[in-house]
């Protein structure tokens, strides 16, 4: 175990760029129980500073390593019972490095069902091979006649049972199935054909109805679109290797007679390269294709997962726009709007439901009931979900604010990603939270949490239903949740969380936390009120030392006892912070922030035995910003005024929008006609692109000139290069803006379902004056 440990320790130091010994103490940390942000951020000198992101890929590879050595322990085990196993063996099973090159070397090993071969055995076939393997100037057909009897009929029951023989040896040769598979990766070609009759079912796989290209570089998302083709019988797809080859003897087939010295010379040999082709057509072929074909699949879905991730990432640490009290309308035609006020903290004042829209078309009274809701809470932000009727729900609103009286504070407004609302409201964390809210209204709650910090509320939903990946349905679902997990993990505890305010669904995020944790700790602040200390946190019934440990520095308390409480310094190092003070001869409060002072410190003079360099270095940097929030500056896009729709965009048109997702082919782009267009990875910029995450991230508000439209298939094609002149203006009217924060994978797919033209809003006269006049 310890050897295995080791060399797992060197592996996994060569591919993440760091040394066996920094491997080994993060290795030892995780098997102690404590999480990946907690090892990043705190025992920086344990693992010689590797940060969370090489520290995920040690985790990952970690249980792949771990598992090849529980295999390999059990193959060794199953070859030495059968007292088979030899030293050179040995030594192979050791040396390779992949679950698929074990398996390779186990097959001739491995318990199976009874095979042709083994049939053939049975029959008493097996000399006969063996002849034929011996003596390459024999003629098969001679030697098979001696083994003609009752069980084998004739010359030709008895050349085919050695070649099942022949076939099986050859087929559990790992060095040369080893050979065949790279040659085949190098030189597979993916074929896509259209299913016979399925043209017009399959239209939206038009693009691979006559497809191909090298299997080695098919990107990630065209292979998960076949795939997907295929799974739907809309495609066929195949992996082929010189197919166009004309040649009788193919490469592969040539391969497997170099690996067993076959040349044609003799009537044996003749007899065993044609064993040989055989083998490839009807074993080997058939099964590398699979093997290629599974890890195309695999390939594909670990890209798709990282794009997931990534975007992910970027939305759950998108802008906050602050504790503000906010509204949320959450539209609808026929059903109404509903509307939801929330105060600075998330905490619901007031709901209501309005019908400015047929059949009611209550235009005025809505306006007038939105206007002093207002005034009542004194709103500052209004979010808008950009599902169907948003357009028309902006609209009203910008009308409604337009007729505010100068002297009045007008609300900022902004339309917010819908998906995975309606998740959330009908969860059981929304019943527990509002268990007398119709459900649709609680989704107006949680449009307008979202827009006062997107992370607090988007981790109430399950990551999956976010929505900002590509083919998310299509990929093994236990490793996306793991990975979204992880960065679910890795966002709140960058950020921090506030104790006295949190949800359970944000508490539990927390290091070293979980779901009844969390539930115990708000069932602590709400019996006994706000906690004044993290050491409070102890009293927690079962939260003990080490949970404590893994916790307290990624929680914050505002305002209390103990300043350091609000930073992300860790309890345990406070003895450290309040040396660093004591040295600067000012008050802890005073010293926080004062950036002069603090950077003309050394800080080799507080090193002890047990916080080094890179602590004391982070306490100093916390002491100069505390409690800083990693997340940018709030900032919001401008819709075109009367570009409602996928019909109204024509090519030239500059507008503004926000990035909702982010994918290996390019980026898509929310510009307020319910349907994201793509900015090709080819048109993000006036230089080459390897990788759209070096110029756009999910929440960017970028500018961009339509190109193409195709409106049958809901396509959009956007340019953001600079080349190619201007172009002119979307609309003869003026571009009042309109705010944006939607995401892919919610109510923007398309055209939103019969979209109703908004009605005609004229001015509010007296009422609504009346109801925005200041006391």
């Known amino acids: 175990m310890a050897d295995d440990n080791k060399s797992i320790a060197a592996i996994i130091a060569s591919e993440i760029k760091a040394r066996p010994d920094q491997v080994a103490s993060a290795v030892q940390l995780l098997d102690e129980g404590a999480t990946v942000p907690f090892i990043a951020r705190y025992r920086k000198e344990v693992t010689g500073g590797l940060d969370d992101t090489q520290l995920r890929d040690l985790a990952e590879r970690l249980t792949y390593l771990r598992e090849l050595a529980a295999r390999r322990k059990a193959i060794v085990e199953s070859i030495t019972s059968q007292g088979k196993m030899t030293d050179e063996l040995m030594v192979k099973i050791f040396q390779v490095g992949t679950k698929a090159e074990l398996e390779d070397i186990y097959l001739p090993y491995k318990p199976k069902r009874r095979t042709r071969a083994e049939i053939a055995r049975e029959k008493g076939l097996q000399p006969l091979a063996d002849a034929i393997w011996a003596n390459r100037a024999a003629d098969p057909q001679q030697l098979a006649e001696a083994y003609i009897n009752a069980d084998v009929p004739d010359v030709k029951a008895a050349l085919e049972g050695a070649r099942d023989i022949v076939a099986e040896a050859i087929s559990e040769n790992a060095d040369l199935?080893?050979?065949?598979?790279?040659?085949?990766?190098?030189?597979?070609?993916?074929?896509?054909?259209?299913?016979?009759?399925?043209?017009?079912?399959?239209?939206?796989?038009?693009?691979?109805?006559?497809?191909?290209?090298?299997?080695?570089t098919v990107p990630g998302h065209r292979a998960l679109a076949m795939l997907r083709g295929?799974?739907?019988?809309?495609?066929?797809?195949?992996?082929?290797?010189?197919?166009?080859?004309?040649?009788?003897?193919?490469?592969?087939?040539?391969?497997?007679?170099?690996?067993?010295?076959?040349?044609?010379?003799?009537?044996?040999?003749?007899?065993?390269?044609?064993?040989?082709?055989?083998?490839?057509?009807?074993?080997?072929?058939?099964?590398?294709?699979?093997?290629?074909?599974?890890?195309?699949?695999?390939?594909?879905?670990?890209?798709?997962?990282?794009?997931?991730?990534?975007?992910?990432?970027?939305l759950l640490l998108a802008a906050p726009a602050g504790s503000r009290a906010t509204m949320g309308l959450d539209p609808g035609i026929r059903t109404g709007v509903k509307v939801a006020i929330v105060d600075g903290t998330g905490k619901l004042l007031e709901t209501t439901t309005v019908y400015p829209f047929p059949p009611k078309n209550d235009v005025r009274g809505t306006q007038v009931e939105l206007a002093g809701l207002i005034r009542k809470h004194n709103v500052e932000l209004i979010a808008i979900g950009n599902g169907t009727g948003s357009r028309e729900t902006e609209k009203l609103v910008a009308d409604m604010l337009s007729q505010f009286p100068s002297t009045a504070a007008k609300p900022t407004k902004v339309i917010v990603s819908e998906a995975g609302a309606s998740v959330y409201s009908a969860s059981e964390a929304a019943a527990r939270e509002f268990p007398g809210l119709d459900v649709s209204l609680r989704g107006a709650v949680s449009i307008a949490r979202r827009l006062q910090d997107p992370l607090a509320e988007l981790v109430k939903i399950e990551?999956?239903?976010?929505?900002?990946?590509?083919?998310?349905?299509?990929?093994?679902?236990?490793?996306l949740g793991r990975s979204l997990d992880a960065v679910v993990e890795d966002a709140v505890n960058a950020v921090g969380v506030d104790l006295n305010t949190a949800s359970v669904p944000l508490l539990a995020r927390v290091s070293g936390l979980g779901g009844s944790i969390a539930e115990a700790i708000v069932s602590y602040r709400d019996q006994t009120g706000a906690f004044e200390s993290r050491k409070d946190l102890l009293k927690v019934p079962r939260l003990g030392a080490r949970t404590f440990e893994q916790c307290a520095g990624f929680l914050r308390i505002r305002n209390g006892k103990e300043p350091l409480d609000a930073s992300s310094v860790h309890p345990e190092a406070y003895g450290v912070a309040k040396k660093i003070v004591a040295a600067c001869g000012r008050d802890l409060r005073s010293l926080m922030g004062d950036s002069a002072l603090l950077k003309g410190l050394d800080p080799r003079k507080f090193i002890d035995e047990q916080f080094g360099l890179p602590t004391v270095k982070d306490i100093i940097a916390e002491l100069d910003k505390p409690g800083r929030d990693p997340r940018p500056s709030f900032k919001t896009a401008t819709f075109a005024e009367g570009v409602d729709e996928i019909t109204d965009l024509k090519p030239g048109m500059m507008l503004e929008g926000t990035v909702t997702n982010v994918a290996a082919f390019g980026a898509f782009v929310d510009i307020g006609v319910h349907q994201d267009g793509l900015v090709h990875v080819s048109q993000l910029a006036d230089r080459f692109v390897k990788d759209p995450h070096e110029v756009v991230k999910a929440g960017d508000v970028v500018k961009v000139r339509v190109v193409e439209v195709d409106v049958k298939r809901k396509r959009i094609a956007l340019t953001m290069r600079k080349d190619g002149g201007e172009a002119p203006a979307p609309s003869a009217r003026d571009n009042r803006g309109q705010s944006n924060m939607r995401n892919s994978g919610g109510k923007s797919g398309g055209n939103p379902g019969g979209r109703q033209d908004a009605p005609a809003i004229g001015g509010l006269g007296a009422a609504l004056a009346e109801a925005m006049r200041k006391k």
């Open 230 to 314: 295929w799974n739907e019988e809309m495609l066929t797809l195949s992996i082929e290797v010189d197919k166009d080859d004309p040649s009788p003897v193919k490469p592969a087939q040539r391969t497997i007679a170099a690996a067993y010295e076959i040349r044609q010379a003799g009537p044996a040999d003749k007899w065993l390269m044609e064993a040989a082709g055989w083998t490839w057509r009807v074993k080997l072929s058939v099964s590398l294709s699979l093997d290629l074909m599974r890890e195309l699949r695999e390939r594909a879905e670990e890209e798709a997962i990282h794009v997931f991730a990534r975007n992910l990432k970027d």
């Open 463 to 479: 990551p999956k239903s976010i929505g900002v990946g590509q083919y998310q349905h299509d990929v093994d679902q236990g490793k």
């Open 177 to 216: 199935i080893g050979r065949l598979r790279n040659d085949m990766k190098d030189r597979a070609v993916l074929y896509s054909k259209v299913v016979e009759g399925k043209e017009n079912a399959g239209e939206k796989f038009a693009d691979y109805f006559d497809h191909f290209e090298r299997w080695a």
